[in-house]
């Protein structure tokens, strides 16, 4: 299994700044992804974070709103840009092999409220 | 587009009980189907991972079941404990890694 740090693990920001929040892997992995909890609901996919290359979002996401690094194959980044209390969410890192029927892990999430 | 849906979405038992947890999909054409569970403020931890070609899969006092046919998994808990309280979540597995998740099931287990 892999060891998943993310950072920070919870922050209160006001309305209109943005953050960035780390994702660090122990090992290289093939894939690592974003996903958004909001309040009450289950995770969504926001986007592939692609090591070298811009990211893949899912419908309904976009760069400009939530844009994601990966820099190398054991660490990306995702911003949450102008907050809006919207976005008041849990944002969880998970990472993949690539290995097909092996499992994906997560990161300890980080929880943004936005006041 | 794949939907996934757990049923209830809610339980309190009392401690020692056995448990049954419900999830159903949409789309057979799934290459696993994966069990986690969140504890409040956590991550997710990964329980049990079953393959579309299995029919199920045990670790310890868990056990869950596939059943592509009928679009359904469930997640059998044996002789609940308190520490077993959490929200279990089962998903989708997709080529890519990519899981579509259900909202989950709280469970609470009552000394």
């Known amino acids: 299994s892999a060891v998943i740090s993310q950072k920070p693990s919870r922050d209160i920001c006001q309305r209109g700044t943005s953050l960035t929040i780390q994702c660090q892997v122990d090992?290289?992995?093939?894939?690592m992804f974003w996903y958004r909890q909001q309040p009450g609901q289950s995770l969504t996919l926001i986007a592939t974070?692609?090591?070298?290359?811009?990211?893949?979002?899912e419908s309904g996401f976009v760069i400009d709103k939530f844009p994601i690094s990966r820099p190398n194959l054991t660490f990306s980044t995702l911003t949450v840009s102008n907050m809006s209390p919207e976005d008041s969410s849990i944002y969880l890192c998970s990472v993949w092999s690539g290995a097909l029927n092996t499992e994906a892990f997560f990161g300890q999430g980080t929880r943004l409220t936005v006041v | 587009k794949q939907e996934v849906t757990q049923i209830p979405a809610a339980l309190s038992v009392p401690e020692g009980e056995n448990l049954v947890l419900n999830c159903s999909f949409t789309?057979?054409?799934?290459?696993?189907l994966q069990w986690f569970r969140q504890d409040p403020g956590k991550g997710l931890t990964s329980l049990l991972l079953i393959q579309s070609s299995q029919r199920e899969q045990t670790s310890g006092r868990l056990n869950a079941s596939l059943d592509k046919s009928s679009g359904r998994s469930t997640l059998y808990i044996a002789a609940s404990q308190p520490g077993d309280s959490a929200t279990y979540l089962c998903?989708?597995?997709?080529?890519?890694?990519?899981?579509?998740f259900g909202k989950g099931t709280k469970l609470s287990v009552k000394p």
């Open positions: 789309d057979s054409a799934i290459y696993n």
């Open positions: 090992s290289q992995v093939t894939m």
């Open positions: 998903a989708d597995g997709g080529s890519q890694g990519n899981l579509i």
């Open positions: 974070a692609n090591q070298g290359s811009e990211a893949t979002y």
